[in-house]
């Protein structure tokens, strides 16, 4: 959790710990089946890649790789041209949503949602709701029946009064 508060790389020091992980044999295997189980990354090797079929979706998604790609080369090129110090203190490539900059237990955000105006804060599992037909599939449970963010995520849900 302090590598994703602090990284200022995409990834950051636990990015470069999974990507030695899926190029490893057998040697790590509880390591990588404890990764799985605590965040639902699945490092098996190959596991991440899908044969590409040649669906729209597949191709959109392509495309939207190729772009992102582009994106990111340009990006590298114009931060050169800008001051070291400038860079170094106001410049962050780690993706949207990939830094914490705030980390909330039950208790903490049971409060922030009622003071928000919302009741009925109740704490629950990936595969539970209160919710009737709750779509669990492909929200919090991945196609192997596991929770999709792993097993130390927090599932909370709460009313709004209308």
Known sequence: MIDQCVRPTSGGELGRLYGQLKTTTEEQ???????RERTGENLRAGSSVAPMSIG???ITRLMRRV?????RVWMQ????LLPQAFRTQNVSLAGVGERHHWLWDFHQLQQALEAAG???V????????AI????????????D?????GTESMYVEAVKPG
């Not at 109740?122 to 709701?129: G, V």
């Not at 009737?132 to 196609?143: T, V």
């Not at 029946?145 to 963010?149: C, F, M, N, T």
């Open 29 to 35: 295997s509880d390591l990588i089946d404890f990764v």
């Open 56 to 58: 729209g979706g597949d």
């Open 67 to 71: 772009r992102g790609r582009v994106e």
């Open 77 to 80: 090129v114009v931060l050169q």
């Open 118 to 120: 919302f009741s009925g």
């Open 122 to 129: 109740q704490r629950q599992a990936a595969d539970s709701s």
């Open 132 to 143: 009737p037909d709750f779509p669990f599939r492909p929200l919090d449970i991945d196609a």
């Open 145 to 149: 029946g596991r929770a999709r963010k």
